[in-house]
């Protein structure tokens, strides 16, 4: 009798870790800062951000969103859309859109939650409010699904970008009434503090980017997002890494694990950037990594390997 209790138990235990994330905890809302799932637990989401899709197009596939969700254990994936830059959305939408929807098929596939982000740094309203009301209508039963409708703002005032985020919220809500939406704030998704005293209102699972290059943002950016959680603004790190601002120089790795452990301090969500294989520190495959994951050791640059440690570590626990 004990050891078919223990069996029981052994299988019930094997099935909940190996179980899909959006199974364990389905349609997840915001309750006052914290993300929350279905049963009202506690959610944090940890994962990777693909690089931009007109950059580095070929990872943005099944076998790399399977590879990511099985061996680096990440239970959230960022499809970032470029939309200015050459071959972007504005001069390729339909490409750029098969793009992203191949990368959100496949995490529904895999049962893992998925960003779809409108990678820009200026305000394109009227392009992005088509581009999210087709993703609204197509995407809007899938719990999976989370809309960040403006990567990082750059010399916008908050001022405009609330008027635009308004906006948009308003075109994916006439669709999408559940489903998270990730809003950016001033200089690059660093200036929390103006949202944190001038949220939008009116609107439920809201939740506001914070960005973050370990070795040029340290605390100060850190007292920002203490003082943006103390009102009460809900966060969610949806790029960060380990080097400088630019992408490029040393790892630093003392910062990168005090924003680890501020982020799991306070139960915030975040994600790294990026899976691509460009010649710079934050890319974290090398040049002539399978575009299909299959990744070794030897196929990841320093900050690969790190991210890959933290993603399994911590998606583990």
Request: charged share 25%; hydrophobic share 40%.
């Amino acid at each position: 009798m004990r050891t078919i209790i223990l069996a029981a138990f052994f299988c019930m235990t094997t099935s909940f870790i190996n179980a899909q994330p959006v199974k364990i905890h389905g349609q997840l809302h915001v309750d006052k800062t914290q993300l929350k799932d279905e049963h009202g637990n506690d959610v944090v989401l940890r994962g990777m951000s693909f690089g931009w899709h007109n950059f580095w197009p070929r990872f943005y596939n099944e076998g790399a969103v399977k590879w990511l969700y099985n061996d680096w254990k990440a239970t959230v994936l960022r499809a970032a859309m470029g939309v200015e830059p050459k071959n972007g959305y504005i001069d390729k939408p339909e490409e750029s859109k098969a793009r992203i929807e191949a990368v959100v098929d496949a995490a529904i596939k895999e049962g893992i939650y998925v960003i779809i982000d409108w990678h820009s740094h200026h305000i394109r309203l009227n392009e992005a409010k088509t581009f999210f009301k087709e993703m609204a209508e197509k995407y809007h039963q899938y719990p999976n699904i989370i809309y960040e409708i403006f990567n990082e703002p750059e010399y916008d005032s908050w001022a405009d970008v609330k008027a635009y985020s308004t906006e948009v919220i308003s075109t994916i809500r006439a669709i999408d009434s559940n489903n998270v939406i990730l809003v950016g704030s001033p200089h690059w998704d660093q200036d929390i503090n103006l949202p944190a005293d001038d949220p939008i209102k009116g609107y439920h699972n809201l939740m506001y980017t914070l960005h973050y290059y370990a070795a040029t943002h340290k605390q100060e950016l850190r007292d920002k997002g203490d003082y943006a959680l103390k009102k009460g603004l809900p966060l969610f790190i949806s790029e960060s890494a380990g080097m400088e601002a630019s992408g490029d120089g040393a790892i630093n790795k003392d910062e990168w694990q005090k924003w680890i452990d501020w982020s799991e301090k306070n139960k915030i969500s975040w994600i790294t950037w990026s899976v691509s294989d460009k010649d710079e520190t934050c890319s974290v495959l090398k040049a002539g990594a399978a575009s299909d994951g299959g990744w070794t050791k030897d196929d990841l640059k320093e900050s690969g390997i790190l991210a890959r440690e933290y993603l399994r570590k911590l998606n583990n626990e």
